[in-house]
T-cell receptor, first 114, second 114 residues
């Protein structure tokens, strides 16, 4: 069965410092991996995805993520955090061959402090 | 980019009544839409997959007679919560999949049952 783990409920980082939000996955076959961001009382906004190709994926708002097949990880990163990056971040996975069912992680709340 | 809308954005209803939530793809056609439920500070749980012109596919544990889904056109899916109870209070989010298999999320509908 597919599953996604986000081991940290919350990540705190000072503005200007690099940030990492962790995600590991379990899926049979080749995974499609996604990161979404959610602001309070809003839907999800797409940040980036990995389907195939280069393991380093660049997305919206300066975010990037690195696919590591051996560690089954897809950590979200940003070189310099902004206070406006504070939000809830979700990692999601679906099985290759279809963007069908997205299985979401529990979410990680990112708090960027001035 | 592709836009998905939901209506209403929030609704309060009395216990025992039914409420309908609409999900529309505004600038693309979506043969498949998905309905998710999100409890406070928790992740999104897929409730059902809505396919245009056919019956919805419900996830295990989701009562199909309670959560009625109708995908009557390529741009509209509706979720009706029948005989609502306070435990149905939640944030309901839909997503729509375009011809390139990209999923776009709506802004969500907050349902409160009193």
């Amino acid at each position: 069965a597919q599953s996604v783990a986000q081991p940290e409920d919350q990540v705190n980082v000072a503005e200007g410092n690099p940030l990492t939000v962790k995600c590991t996955y379990s899926v049979s076959g080749n995974p499609y991996l996604f990161w979404y961001v959610q602001y309070p009382n809003r839907g999800l906004q797409f940040l980036l995805k990995y389907i195939t190709g280069d393991n380093l994926v660049k997305g919206s708002y300066g975010f990037e993520a690195e696919f590591n097949k051996s560690q089954t990880s897809f950590h979200l990163k940003k070189p310099s955090a902004l206070v406006s990056d504070s939000a809830l971040y979700f990692c999601a996975v679906s099985k290759s061959g279809g963007y069908n069912k997205l299985i979401f992680g529990a979410g990680t709340r990112l708090a960027v402090h001035p | 980019g592709a836009v998905v809308s939901q209506h209403p954005s929030w609704v309060i209803c009395k216990s025992g009544t039914s409420v309908k939530i609409e999900c529309r793809s505004l600038d693309f056609q979506a043969t498949t839409m998905f309905w998710y439920r999100q409890f406070p500070k928790q992740s999104l749980m897929l409730m059902a997959t809505s396919n245009e012109g056919s019956k919805a596919t419900y996830e295990q544990g989701v009562e199909k007679d309670k959560f009625l889904i109708n995908h009557a056109s390529l741009t509209l899916s509706t979720l009706t919560v029948t005989s609502a109870h306070p435990e149905d209070s939640s944030f309901y989010i839909c997503s729509a999949r375009d011809w390139q298999n990209e999923q776009y999320f709506g802004p969500g509908t907050r349902l409160t049952v009193t």
